[in-house]
């Protein structure tokens, strides 16, 4: 097994939150379960899940329950 790498986080598409129908609909990262405001980067995944970017990229990279490297 290999860290997560990167590159890998490199192709997953990002958008920024232009006007109240995108936050409306997304309403909040459940990574750091704030609410999504205008202006916001967005990392959204091939299932249409969506996350603050930072969040995701914090998140993927180190497991928060045992405080490692995310393996695949």
């Known amino acids: 097994m290999e860290p997560v790498s990167l590159e890998l986080l ?3 598409p990002t958008s920024v939150l232009l006007n109240a129908f995108h936050v409306k609909i997304l309403d ?3 990574i ?3 609410k ?3 202006g916001d980067e967005v990392i ?3 299932c249409f899940h969506a996350f603050h970017d930072h969040c995701f ?3 993927i ?3 928060r329950v045992v405080e490692s490297v ?3």
């Open 57 to 59: 990229v914090d998140w």
């Open 28 to 30: 909040q990262c459940v």
């Open 36 to 38: 999504y405001c205008i």
């Open 61 to 63: 990279l180190e497991c």
């Open 70 to 72: 995310v393996f695949y």
């Open 32 to 34: 750091c379960m704030e």
């Open 44 to 46: 959204r995944l091939p």
């Open 10 to 12: 490199d192709v997953l």
